[in-house]
Nanobody, 126 residues
Framework: QVQLAESGGGSVQAGGSLRLSCAAS????????MGWFRQAPGKEREVVAS????????YYADSVKGRFAISRDTAKNTAYLQMNSLKPEDTAMYYC???????????????????WGQGTQVTVSS
């Protein structure tokens, strides 16, 4: 049974930083595409960033480019999302997702990902 557990969410003021973690367990492969999504109240879930299995390619939504950075530690089977210069519009529940392929084709599509975490709340106040 594959499980993804997010952590690191919280409340910060605008301009602050948070680092989210996503620990994977029960995973047969440590080299699969992983991504972060978010969903704000009353809005659809949207992609934030993805990283391929080898960690050599990262993909970002335009809204977070230059502020967020996705990375992974294969040995720890953990993915991270470093969030800097946070804005009130970044407030959302953040979800970690994992695919069953190394590459992240169609990284922006929820259908790319097979496994999902329960989410961690990020709240940014102005």
């Amino acid at each position: 049974q594959v499980q993804l557990a997010e952590s690191g969410g919280g409340s910060v003021q605008a301009g602050g930083s948070l680092r989210l973690s996503c620990a994977a367990s029960g995973y047969t492969s440590r080299s699969n595409c992983m991504g972060w999504f978010r969903q704000a109240p009353g809005k659809e879930r949207e992609v934030v960033a993805s990283i391929n299995g080898g960690g050599s390619r990262q993909y970002y939504a335009d809204s977070v480019k230059g502020r967020f950075a996705i990375s992974r530690d294969t040995a720890k089977n953990t993915a991270y999302l470093q969030m800097n210069s946070l804005k009130p519009e970044d407030t959302a529940m953040y979800y970690c997702a994992a695919a069953t392929t190394e590459t992240c084709y169609y990284w922006f599509s929820e259908s790319r990902y097979t496994y999902w975490g329960q989410g961690t709340q990020v709240t940014v106040s102005s």
